[in-house]
């Protein structure tokens, strides 16, 4: 399958690795490997690209755009469980990670996977098609209050609730089971005046696919271990496009960095605070202007960055 959804903040991202040409690096949402295809191009036949993602038909699509590479691992699974894939692969360390969060440009793509409300299909959202959770099982089975909660959470609609007990009614006459009559509830149960916002359904929807494939919860731990798991001055990069997403990544960079609590008039650290390494955005890095109006999936993007360093905590003072 081509794509036709170029990959977000590529070159910031590039830089950002700052990439070794005999390291190891992960790509853990490989997606269509549009990021993975610059990645690798820029390690020599001793480095190692190792792409993780929950789609298998994504898995796929990489393993055709990376063919003529040989040092690339194809593993299916998900980014979070990063520490024990690695364990797997019997390595210990390695000196760069990307996650670029959210749906990727394939699962975009292919109509049939039910991501997108300009689509009439089946209501599936899974970016792991061999998980049970579907966006129909939540659409019809969860109660009317956890529908209104979780779409106001993870999708910030304000007619959270109206849509949910909208949904609750229509399928108490017949079950839900395709995009269209999903997006036909959402257009009926928010007021025509308020529809100016983009499309009615597109936080809705964004809300059930966070849900299906569970991707805020683990997140702030996600992190945490992929960090815990890069070399001393690896790097890892984080695009997120939600801003619950953006949240729990800044707070597990800051929370890694650790932060001194000593007296200021301390000359040295005594307080034995602990740190993973460095903040390397303070603030986080957006998309251009250009690059926003070119592919506009880029427009809500977020990169952040942090370095692996080991701190004498004893000897230095912050």
Request: hydrophobic content about 35%; proline content about 3%.
């Amino acid at each position: 399958m081509e794509f036709s959804h170029k990959p977000v903040l590529l070159q910031e991202c590039i830089e950002g690795l700052n990439i070794q040409s005999d390291g190891i690096y992960v790509d853990g949402t490989l997606g269509g490997a549009g990021h993975s295809s610059q990645i690798i191009k820029k390690l020599s036949s001793n480095g190692k690209l190792i792409g993780i993602d929950r789609d298998t038909e994504a898995l796929q699509a990489a393993k055709e755009k990376l063919k003529e590479y040989s040092n690339v691992l194809y593993i299916h699974g998900n980014h979070d469980d990063i520490k024990d894939i690695l364990a797997e692969l019997k390595i210990e360390k390695v000196d760069g990670i990307l996650l670029d969060l959210g749906v990727s440009s394939y699962q975009l793509d292919e109509k049939s996977r039910g991501f997108s409300y300009m689509e009439d299909t089946s209501l599936d959202m899974r970016m792991d098609k061999t998980q049970e959770l579907t966006a129909e099982i939540v659409v019809n089975e969860y109660t009317e209050e956890r529908l209104a909660n979780l779409i106001y959470d993870y999708g910030e609609e304000r007619f959270s609730k109206i849509i949910a007990k909208n949904i609750c009614k229509e399928r108490a006459k017949q079950r839900i089971v395709t995009t269209a009559k999903l997006v036909d509830i959402i257009k009926n149960s928010i007021p025509k005046a308020k529809q100016t916002d983009g499309h009615p359904a597109k936080r809705t929807f964004q809300a059930i696919r966070i849900e299906v494939n569970n991707e805020i919860k683990p997140l702030y731990q996600t992190i945490r271990d992929a960090i815990e798991v890069l070399n001393e001055k690896g790097r890892l990069v984080v695009i997120t496009f939600h801003s619950l997403e953006d949240r729990a990544v800044k707070e597990a960079f800051i929370d890694a960095e650790g932060k001194c609590t000593c007296p200021k008039d301390l000359p040295y650290c005594v307080c034995n605070y602990q740190s993973w390494g460095t903040v390397i955005t303070k603030k986080p890095i957006l998309p251009t202007q250009k690059e926003q109006q070119e592919n506009p999936r880029s427009k809500s993007a977020k990169l952040r960055i942090f370095e692996r360093r080991e701190k004498n905590k004893t000897k230095e003072k912050r």
